[in-house]
Every structure is written in structure tokens, then in C-alpha cells.
């Protein structure tokens, strides 16, 4: 089947793959490339509940098929297309998560974070670790609380603080947390149904698919040849990928591997996870600020939030 999305996936994979972190993730550039979608979302709650039918309204109403055969080709792999389907809306099955993931490439752990989130009260917050050599170099900290984003360099002992409005809480909310929730990463079973098969097993005691294939160079160049995915059953969340590559089946060219969650059980101690202690930091303002993370120092590069 002919593929829509490669050189964006590609291109947004290199990225990555580069370390450079993206605001919005991958669901949002995607919609960007559509220009019959709404961007801009009223800041009236009630406005953008009739405008979407789910938690993300930066998602299409419903599934965003292309072309006629690929829906037709869906249609003929239904039960593998539910999973696509599952990862595109899976924030619909969440109301609050917790936990912590890592990812990196080539064997190389690069980033670690620990999240905590609740959709319903539209709260999040995200710990986030970049290492180099094996050692950390940067922990971001950021809030979403109050109608206001805080974000946090740790060891630089700066802060920034901005009032958001509906459609920066979904960028905030997606920042950390679409690396597994309502991840972009369906994109790689997407339109590729012949290429993967899975089976039904537990991870972190919840009932997951585990899914094995091969990628081809129409979906990534960078990522072409096998790779592994586990995704859980009941809500779509990420809760493993490894892609080989080509050269190294060992070793994998880039994965993502959650090391603990929690969905739908509350947020342990909630009063307490939603709160961020700036005393000691200095305030600048938010685009000073983000000429000060290591993204922007180490390769010149904005964040996104600049």
C-alpha cells in the first residue's frame, strides 16, 4: 500500500534521532500538513467540546484516512487496524496516568522522564533527564496547573511561568507525553499491515499487545528492518519499542521502554505532584528562558517553546 506520511515521519525521526526535542509531537505536525483542519481552538471549553468528539482536539473526529484503498485495506485487517486505531485515540481511554520511560539510540540511553498526568483536571507534569555519556546534563521540570505553564532548569535554578490557553494545554500535555500516550508511533503499523504480526500477552500487569515486523524503507529509511512493539490493550499506551535497523539486530537503533505506569488509578498523593518549588530560582522570561536549555545551547536549535 502507498504510504501518505513518510518524509514527515522520516524528517520528524531524524529529529529525534538527533535529540532535538519537538513541540508539538508528531499527531500535531501532522495536522499542520492538513490545512482543512482547525488550528486554532477557541478558548471557550464548551466551543471545543462541540468541535471534537474526543479528549485530543487536535485529532481528526474520526480516523484520518487518505485515500479510499487505505481504508479499504483497514477494512480487509480489522483487528490490526483496532490497534492503529486504539494509539491514535488513546488519550479517549485515559483519565489519569503516572510513571516513567526512557529512550534513546543505538543501545544509548539519552533521555529518561517521569511523568504524571490528569486529563480531567487538565494537570501534568513531567520530569525530564537529558544525559550525555551516561551522566545527566540538563533536568527540565515542567508544570501544568492552574491554567499556567511552569517549566523548571533544575541545575541552572531558572524558571519561566506563562498562562496557556486550550490550545497550548494540549501542546503542554503532549510535550512528554506523547512518546507513549496517544503516541505518533501507530504510524509505523499504519497502511503496514502485512509487514507485522502480533499476540496477546501482560506487561505491568495489564492485558498489551506484542507485536513483531519488519519496517520498510517507505515507512522509514532510518528505521528500516525489524522491530518489536508492545502496546497495551485497553487504552493504546506505548509501553515498548525497539526498532534494529538494518545493520545491528542486536542493537537496537532506537527504542522506547517504559519503566513503570500506572493508568486509571489515580494520582498517588496528587496534591503534592502538582506543585513545583521555584524558591532559590531565578525568573526570566519564556523566550529567555528558552535560549537557556541544552537543546538550545548544544545545537542552536529552539525548542519550540521560544
Not at 13 to 32: E, F, M, R, V
Not at 248 to 271: H, L, Q
Request: glycine letters at 8%; aromatic letters at 12%.
Amino acid at each position: 500500500m502507498k504510504k501518505y506520511f513518510p518524509v514527515l515521519l522520516i524528517t520528524i525521526l531524524a529529529l529525534t534521532l538527533t535529540g532535538i526535542k519537538l513541540y508539538p509531537t508528531i499527531a500535531g505536525a501532522l495536522n499542520k500538513e492538513e490545512p482543512q483542519k482547525k488550528q486554532q481552538l477557541s478558548n471557550d471549553p464548551d466551543e471545543i467540546a462541540q468541535e471534537t468528539k474526543h479528549k485530543n482536539p487536535l485529532l481528526e473526529d474520526d480516523f484520518p484516512f487518505k485515500l479510499e484503498e487505505q481504508e479499504k485495506y483497514a477494512q480487509e485487517n480489522p483487528d490490526k487496524f483496532a490497534i492503529v486505531e486504539k494509539m491514535y485515540y488513546a488519550w479517549d481511554y485515559i483519565d489519569n496516568a503516572e510513571g516513567s520511560y526512557e529512550y534513546g539510540n543505538n543501545g544509548q540511553v539519552e533521555n529518561r522522564v517521569t511523568f504524571h498526568v490528569d486529563f480531567e483536571q487538565k494537570q501534568n507534569k513531567a520530569v525530564y533527564e537529558t544525559l550525555g555519556n551516561g551522566s545527566v546534563v540538563e533536568t527540565e521540570q515542567i508544570l501544568l496547573n492552574d491554567g499556567q505553564i511552569l517549566r523548571q532548569l533544575k541545575e541552572k535554578r531558572l524558571y519561566s511561568l506563562k498562562p496557556v490557553n486550550n490550545q497550548d494545554d494540549v501542546e503542554v500535555m503532549t510535550t512528554y507525553l506523547g512518546y507513549v500516550i496517544g503516541s505518533e508511533w501507530w504510524m509505523l503499523l499504519y497502511d503496514n499491515y502485512d509487514s507485522w504480526e502480533y499476540k496477546e500477552k501482560k506487561a505491568f500487569g495489564i492485558p498489551a499487545f506484542k507485536i513483531k515486523g519488519t519496517l520498510t524503507k517507505d515507512t522509514s529509511e532510518m528505521l528500516a528492518g525489524p522491530f518489536e512493539m508492545t502496546v497495551a490493550k485497553e487504552t493504546g499506551v506505548l509501553l515498548d519499542l525497539q526498532c534494529y535497523g538494518e545493520e545491528d539486530k542486536d542493537k537496537s537503533v532506537y527504542f522506547i521502554k517504559v519503566a513503570d505506569i500506572s493508568i486509571n488509578k489515580g494520582i498517588e498523593n496528587a496534591e503534592e505532584v502538582f506543585q513545583l518549588d521555584v524558591s532559590g530560582s531565578e525568573e526570566l522570561p519564556f523566550e529567555e528562558y528558552g535560549k537557556e536549555t541544552y537543546g538550545a545551547k548544544a545545537g542552536g536549535e529552539k525548542t519550540g517553546w521560544d
